[in-house]
């Protein structure tokens, strides 16, 4: 039980609205990654979540007619759907309106003001309600909102609040970031905050005198400021502080995070604010942070509040969330931007799900019935199949969110065993009576579609599971790497038992849908 376990989290989404696919891609993402470690480590925690606070939600709720908690409430079931429609593993959902977060929020609010690092102070300055960020006069663009996806207007405030004092960290995230230069990744993100830090750090006001919505001040007015409040869910989820032995110490076995995914707008508050709060409470900062980029509509980032956004669940009920799920890690490396488009889905789809995979498996079954009487024949050597090293190149792309390279190396033995049936020409070598060859080729072939429903179990994992009882194994292709993953262990005799194609032509998927 004290043995570490692999701990990856994704932000925790403002509830102000419905989830659209840019909160699924970053979800999936992690979830790759906790299935993939559960398959090569032992143990991984997966913590997701919802952000529930805030001037934004606080709006949203008035202009629903509703209480905040009622509205946030009404929301929530939407957001747990989603994880269920993508095949989500999440081992934890975090509110901040959950008690055992409101406590450690007041929690490390105290800790803080005790040691000096929380100040009282007078705040004037502007305020992005969308970003729910302060702004200096200075950063304003024409007096708006300086982030070019928002550009709304801002607005003054003027309260007496308590400030962080975030300056008092430049000089240490300054030297983090210099001998450290991979913990933010892609590196493009990285320089970026590194420039921030060299232009010098303000203190910043962590909390809101006039607003109610949200976890109350210890011992003062108002609310703390939603964003000091949200990223403390990741050491709230488990354990930290808590009053119950079992969960701290749940924190001093997962602490600090192998991993956070985000996306690159809230890098700074991740890679800036969160590790001097992590300091000031005496903890450890995370061991990386790593950004995806925007999924694109017409070039423009998806968003909410643009209203450009494609619904989750329509498009995995059109192509299936497994499809969804290897578009979204296939289609481009995951810190760039990339345009979400249906045609895009469908190119994939064809290409390389429908002929390439679920070819491969529906010629291979259609062949061992025919010529093998429907059984997988005796073990034969890999020949020269692309198998070595593959499961640990795949093993080590994926906990660095080189997805697309993983399914590239995975690929590799797809057009690999394709190419083998177009080459041997099994039919030709049953003409010939060439029963050894023959056996041996239906033996990669069933072989190496093994290997290909266990490497793909964290990517497809109703798809992958739908291959192995088609081809006849038992269980779950989702087994430790290490066992699994050697040449030779499909048995002599497995019954292999062909279904209905693996990714249907698209016609029949949508008059399905
Ligand atoms: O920022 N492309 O929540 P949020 C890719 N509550 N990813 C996208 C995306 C897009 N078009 N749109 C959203 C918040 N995302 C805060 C976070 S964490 C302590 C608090 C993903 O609901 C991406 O991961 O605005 C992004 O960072 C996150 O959703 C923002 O979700």
């Known amino acids: 039980m004290s043995q570490r376990a692999f701990y990856v989290t994704t932000p925790i989404y403002y509830v102000s609205g419905n989830p659209h696919i840019g909160h699924a891609y970053t979800t999936v993402a992690a979830d790759v990654m906790a299935r993939t470690t559960r398959c090569t480590h032992e143990t991984a925690h997966f913590l997701t979540g919802t952000d529930e606070h805030g001037q934004k939600i606080a709006e949203n709720a008035r202009i629903a007619g509703l209480e905040p908690q009622a509205f946030v409430d009404s ?12 095949q ?20 490390a609010f105290e800790i803080l003001r005790e040691r000096g690092d929380i100040y009282p102070g007078k705040y004037e300055g502007w305020y992005c309600t969308n970003d729910e960020t302060f702004w200096p006069e200075s950063k304003l663009i024409d007096g708006r909102c300086p982030n070019q996806e928002c550009r709304r207007e801002v607005k003054w405030l003027s309260e007496d609040d308590w400030f962080f004092r975030l300056s008092a960290y430049n000089e240490r995230l300054l030297a983090h970031f210099k001998a450290h230069p991979q913990w933010v990744r892609p590196h493009r993100v990285y320089n970026e905050m590194l420039a921030i830090l060299e232009s010098g750090l303000d203190d910043i006001s962590i909390t809101r005198a006039t607003l109610s919505w949200g976890i109350p001040v ?20 488990i354990g930290w502080e808590s009053p119950d032995a079992a969960q701290r110490a749940l924190f001093e076995r997962l602490w ?20 001097a709060v992590l300091w000031g409470l005496g903890l450890a900062e995370p061991a990386g942070v790593i950004a995806n980029g925007w999924l694109t509509f017409n070039e423009e980032k998806m968003s909410k509040s643009k ?51 679920g070819n491969l498996l529906n010629r291979t079954l259609t062949m061992v019935e025919k010529y093998c009487d429907g059984r997988v024949p005796a073990p034969v050597d890999a020949a020269n199949l692309p198998i070595n090293g593959l499961a640990e190149r ?11 390279d993983a399914l ?29 060859a023959l056996d041996a080729c239906m033996y990669r072939l069933c ?26 194994f038992a269980q779950t292709p989702a087994q430790p790497w290490t066992s699994a993953l050697r040449w030779g262990l499909a048995e002599e005799g497995t019954r292999v038992s062909k279904g209905v194609p693996l990714f249907p032509r698209l016609e029949t998927a949508v008059e399905g849908a």
């Open 218 to 237: 210890p011992g003062g007015e108002g609310v703390i400021y939603v964003w000091f409040d949200a990223l403390l869910n990741y050491i709230t989820a």
């Open 75 to 86: 929301l929530i079931p939407r957001w747990k759907a989603l994880l269920d429609a993508y």
């Open 256 to 275: 600090p995070a192998n991993v956070h995914l985000i996306g690159k707008e809230i890098a700074r508050f991740h890679t800036i604010i969160w590790p």
């Open 88 to 107: 989500i593993t999440n081992d934890d959902f975090i509110r901040t309106t959950d008690e055992r977060h409101e406590r450690g929020v007041q929690r």
């Open 447 to 472: 072989e190496g579609l093994r290997w290909l429903a266990v490497l793909l179990h964290p990517f497809m994992p109703a798809k992958s599971q739908e291959m192995w009882r088609q081809l006849g």
């Open 394 to 404: 795949v093993a080590a792309s994926v906990p660095a969110c080189d997805f697309r």
């Open 307 to 357: 209203g450009n956004v494609v619904d989750p669940f329509e498009i995995a009920q059109r192509f299936t969330s497994d499809a969804v799920r290897y578009f979204l890690l296939r289609e481009a490396p995951f810190g760039q931007d990339f345009n979400f488009s249906e045609e895009a889905v469908v190119r994939r789809y064809q290409a390389d799900l429908g002929n390439d995979l």
């Open 408 to 436: 590239e190396d995975i690929w590799q033995l797809v057009t690999a065993l394709n190419k083998m049936i177009d080459e041997s020409k099994p039919w030709e070598l049953r003409k010939r009576g060439e029963t050894t």
